[in-house]
């Protein structure tokens, strides 16, 4: 019996690929008759390096960059030398994850780490460049990153300008003249899965800024030094993008890399993922498609990958099961999407700290507990 199992990562936990198993592990240990076909999936954020790199055959190179706070953090990106092809998630060097709660900091956070992981890239001699936007703790509109690659952003007084949040008002000039010259010959193809214009209500600041601690007057100190900062890029690469969809993707990153890179190529990261990895091909004739994450909810219902995975298996006529370790919502909702079943992973009281750490192990247990049912069901003829 051939099930594919296609998970994205259970977010701060445990990446796509050990949840693939995880569940692997916990339908052998009913059925060994089981043919479980694992592809790890990611939407752009948490794991897409990992994800990427698994399905293509690469390897992770491992680099000493600066953190969201300008911290040594070693980070590594997907490196497929056939192609000479760079894999690189900006949750890996600007990502919520690397900060305690008490250190989120949208004034001071920067994406300068990124840029770091895309210039080694170009240094090994990167042809193809996969950027996945999530999980950023940044709010700096790729001012870090694109200073990290030779653009200067410079104050009232000609000096340059660390590149984050607070001293996106503090810019007077953008001098783009030093920008790698080796990005004119790469293709560089963004995943990600968010839609939202830069600036306003559905921007950058007021949708994400919140879990980066943005809140009170925070939030319009930053919307301001955010246009202000957008008026000034427009000035400098002769094209304006503030409405153009994905430029608020994390933290205005997306804004940054249109205006100065336009050969960037926009995809959702769930659809260049399943395509990659050849998914609609490999669902059609499974018996059975398991997917899942973290938490399921509204957000879910918006395209992330169980759904996604889930509308795919829905046109292919098989049955599709999604696993989480919280499911908030309707389980109408998700059935309407095409999720026949719903499986929370914990099986006992805990708090979420214990959850999160043990998720490898709840997965498994959750896996048998679930093919016991089906097989259950299979003999009472349901």
């Not at 894999?87 to 949208?106: F, N, T, Y």
């Not at 153009?244 to 659809?271: E, H, K, N, Y």
């Not at 091909?281 to 957000?299: F, M, P």
Request: glycine residues 14%; hydrophobic residues 45%; charged residues 25%.
């Amino acid at each position: 019996m051939r099930i594919v199992i296609a998970p994205d990562s259970f977010k701060g936990s445990l990446n796509s690929a050990p949840a693939a198993a995880a569940i692997a592990a916990g339908l052998r240990e009913v059925d060994g008759t089981v043919d479980p076909v694992l592809i790890p999936m990611a939407d752009g954020g948490e794991g897409t390096v990992e994800a990427i790199s698994i399905l293509l055959g690469g390897e992770i190179v491992s680099v000493t960059v600066h953190d969201p706070l300008d911290r040594p953090v070693e980070a590594g990106y997907g490196w497929v030398e056939e192609r000479k092809l760079a894999i690189v998630e900006m949750a890996a060097a600007s990502g919520l994850p690397l900060l305690k709660d008490d250190e989120r900091d949208p004034l001071g956070a920067s994406t300068r780490g990124t840029g770091e992981l895309l210039r080694d890239a170009l240094e090994r001699g990167a042809r193809e460049v996969i950027l996945g936007l999530g999980g950023s703790a940044t709010n700096d509109g790729g001012m870090g990153f694109l200073t990290a690659l030779g653009v200067r952003f410079l104050d009232h007084e000609d000096e340059t300008l660390r590149g984050c949040g607070v001293n996106l008002a503090a810019v007077r000039r953008i001098d783009a003249s030093g920008l790698d010259s080796r990005l004119r010959e790469v293709r560089v193809t963004v995943a990600s899965d968010v839609d939202n214009p830069l600036l306003g209500e559905h921007g950058a600041t007021h949708v994400f800024g919140p879990q980066k601690g943005v809140e009170g007057e925070l939030l319009e100190e930053l919307e301001n030094g955010m246009a202000h900062y957008a008026q000034l890029m427009v000035e400098a690469a002769g094209r304006d993008c503030r409405e153009t969809p994905g430029a608020g993707a994390a933290g205005g990153f997306g804004f940054g890399l249109m205006s100065l890179m336009p050969q960037v190529t926009l995809r959702s990261g769930f659809s260049l993922i399943a395509e990659l990895g050849e998914l609609e091909r490999t669902i059609r004739g499974a018996a059975l498609v398991i997917t899942g994450e973290g938490k399921l909810d509204s957000q879910s219902l918006h395209g992330k990958v169980p759904v996604g995975i889930a509308r795919i298996g829905r046109e292919a006529g098989v049955p599709v099961a999604a696993f989480a370790g919280r499911i908030d919502g309707e389980p109408e909702d998700f059935r309407a999407e095409g999720i026949q079943a719903l499986v929370p992973i914990v099986d006992q009281p805990m708090d979420l700290a214990t959850a999160m750490r043990e998720a490898e192990a709840l997965l498994t247990r959750a896996a048998a507990r679930f093919w016991q049912t089906v097989r259950l069901g299979r003999r009472l003829g349901t």
